[in-house]
């Protein structure tokens, strides 16, 4: 294993080192419940020990199990998985419904669906998919301190939650004596976002209105383990900001909807000239620029390919000065 210290870092609440890449097993083949073994092989033989699943990800969950099983190496793998995503439906009118499902009983189910899925006895990581706002932060506190009391999760935490309600929860757990939030993942990468990437509210930290939260992320000890942070693909290489102004077919209109501003073309630009010149691809510097922003930060990123996977990986120590960062975003 790497020993690199670039390439791993501590989540407050968990005793082993976790790398900084996160496996993103939201893809194809581990949604549709196929074996993903050689992918998740190379990824933990080359030290990368972080899994992010969900319960909504389809069987990605029933796969990951399988491998776990197979490999008899659960006590190798930071396994993060996520409850309590909202129900998405269409209403009798046509029109798209959300049920929220943020209740100590629907937590409590998808937990045990996912403890069941998964088998395994303890999740290391256990974020709430989407938040409620409609619920106390501090009832929702006590809810998640009951599965850590009971040794069903290890850590929690929300995904898409604002920070000032990660601070919400952490706040009434401290003074509570229950188990804070320590965990937050949002959206962030280079390019910033014009849409809500998933539905429901996706929370992002990317952008100048999100300044605050990522000054709050630094002064705070709540890891980030940050999702699409290759802006879902927006900085594979495979694309040009030509390809975006075209409108090249090739190209989903959602996706150009969300990721084709002009700024980010230009940081699209910037980094494909900057990654010439170090002589790496165009993701690993996408990537390893969100390191350089200061915050405890944990990258979640999903490839159906070792070696991508493995270069997205060497990416985290590649060299990258303060000056090259702020020119990458276009300063
Ligand atoms: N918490 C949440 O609400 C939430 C939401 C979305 C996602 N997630 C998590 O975040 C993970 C990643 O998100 P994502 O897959 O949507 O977006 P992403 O990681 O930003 O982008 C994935 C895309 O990048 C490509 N890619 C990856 N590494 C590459 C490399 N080295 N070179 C070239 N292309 C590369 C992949 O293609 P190839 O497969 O061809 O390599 C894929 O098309 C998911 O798997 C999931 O675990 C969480």
């Known amino acids: 294993m790497s020993i690199s210290s670039n390439k791993y870092g501590y989540i407050p609440g968990l005793s082993r080192q976790v790398s900084r890449l996160f496996f ?14 050689e ?17 909504v990800y389809g069987e990605s969950e029933a796969s990951f199990g399988r491998w776990l099983r197979t490999r008899s190496c659960r006590d190798r793998v930071i396994l993060l998985t996520k409850g309590g995503h909202p129900d998405f439906s269409r209403g009798e009118d046509g029109n798209s419904q959300i049920t929220r499902r943020i209740s100590r009983k629907e937590i409590r189910d998808d937990l ?49 939650w604002t920070h000032q309600r990660i601070a919400a929860a952490r706040e009434y757990a401290l003074a509570h004596g229950l188990t804070p939030f320590t965990v937050s993942s949002p959206h962030f990468s280079l390019a910033e976002t014009q849409t809500d990437l998933y539905g429901d509210n996706c929370v992002t930290l990317t952008g100048d209105a999100n300044a605050e ?9 709540v890891a980030v383990i940050s999702f699409a942070s290759l802006s879902q693909g927006f900085f594979s290489g495979r694309w040009t900001s030509d390809d975006f102004r075209s409108h090249d077919a090739r190209l989903k209109p959602e996706f150009i909807q969300a990721f084709g501003s002009e700024k980010n073309l230009l940081r699209l630009d910037r980094t494909r000239e900057l990654a010439a010149e170090k002589g ?7 990537l390893r620029w969100g ?5 405890n930060l944990f990258a979640a990123v999903g490839s159906t390919s070792p070696q991508r996977m493995l270069e997205n990986w060497q990416a985290l120590d590649l060299p990258l000065s303060a000056e090259e960062a702020d020119w990458l975003t276009g300063k």
């Open 24 to 37: 993103g097993c939201a893809i194809r083949p581990m949604n549709l419940g196929q074996d993903a073994g």
């Open 39 to 55: 992918l998740l092989d190379a990824a933990l033989e080359n030290g990368i020990n972080a899994f992010d699943t969900a319960r």
């Open 112 to 160: 045990e669906k996912s403890l069941l899925t998964l088998r395994v006895d303890e999740i290391d990581i256990y974020l709430l998919h989407r938040d409620d706002p409609s619920v106390p932060a501090e009832e929702i506190a006590g809810w998640m301190d009951e599965l850590v009391k009971e040794g069903k999760v290890r850590t929690i935490g929300g995904s898409n």
């Open 213 to 221: 939260a990522r000054a709050w992320y630094r002064e705070n000890p």
């Open 280 to 286: 790496c691809t165009v993701s690993q510097l996408a």
């Open 291 to 295: 390191f350089s922003q200061g915050m």
